[in-house]
């Protein structure tokens, strides 16, 4: 289960306290100044969950995958003696397994010593696994990745155009997932989100209000994509302390109207 994120109870006290000085100043109920400070905090998370922009996320997972392969028209056939020569530059033990094997790679053209897996269209499955156990703990792919499949070690995927272009395509879905988390509370709170993170529904959130006229009670935000935290905890903390400035602004405001009366 995961945890969920609170502030220090002072800080919390302070915020509480506030809000009933809005009220009634405003002569509101509390539960109005709460929720409106919990839709401008809602706004923010799903405003600054990655990627800001569709463009920058899909960007990202294509330089990824330019890094894991090498985009072809069609493979060349290799022969047994190029075989051999090819296992030689790798520095690999020369039996019938690994020619086997080898006979499905490709030097790089003007570089030596980098090997490029051929993948054939029955074997175009296997690029998002490769693609998946090649990402690092951050989810981004890093430089210097090497892709073993059996005894043998290539730097890079050697693919067809049309394979490539359909594993990207596929894995554009997923961008904005982690941001479309905040979605439910988007919907329950009437907060501001980008009209593309709306694809991913609402099933992958949760809200919860639990909040009384007299301010008593909580609100609750919840992103359950399981890679969620600890990756917005930090956001999270931002996001809540940025709602509670706004209240503070809001007393200032008053306090300045007031004085001007």
């Known amino acids: 289960m995961k945890p969920y994120l609170r502030l220090p109870s002072s800080e919390i006290a302070k915020f509480r306290a506030n809000v009933h000085r809005v009220a009634r100043e405003t002569g509101t109920d509390c539960g109005v100044v709460m929720r409106s400070s919990m839709q401008q905090m809602v706004g923010m998370l799903s405003g600054y969950t990655y990627p800001r922009k569709r463009g920058d996320g899909e960007g990202a997972i294509k330089t990824d995958v330019r890094k894991l392969t090498l985009e072809v028209t069609g493979n060349s056939p290799r022969t047994k ?7 030689v530059l790798l520095r690999l033990p020369v039996n019938q397994a690994n020619i086997i094997a080898a006979r499905k790679l490709a030097k790089e053209h003007g570089t030596s010593g980098q090997a490029f897996y051929s993948i054939t269209n029955q074997q175009a499955d296997i690029l998002p696994g490769l693609h998946w156990r090649a990402r690092g703990r951050g989810g981004r792919i890093v430089r210097g990745v090497n892709v073993k499949i059996g005894d043998i ?75 969620a935290y600890p990756k917005l905890a930090k956001l999270s903390k931002i996001a809540m302390r940025a709602a509670i400035r706004n209240v503070e602004k809001r007393l200032t405001r008053i306090a300045a109207k007031s004085k001007r009366v």
């Not at 003696?81 to 296992?87: K, M, Q, S, T, Y």
Request: proline share 1%; hydrophobic share 40%.
């Open 153 to 227: 070690t290539a730097d890079r995927l050697r693919v067809r155009a049309e394979q490539q272009l359909r594993h990207l395509q596929n894995i554009y879905q997923h961008v904005g997932r982690l941001r479309g988390g905040w979605n439910k509370a988007a919907e329950v709170w009437r907060a501001k989100v980008a009209d593309w993170a709306w694809r991913h529904g609402t099933a992958e959130g949760s809200a919860t209000d639990a909040l009384k006229p007299d301010g008593s009670g909580y609100l609750r935000a919840t992103n359950n994509v399981y890679y």
């Open 81 to 87: 003696d190029e075989a051999v020569r090819l296992l």
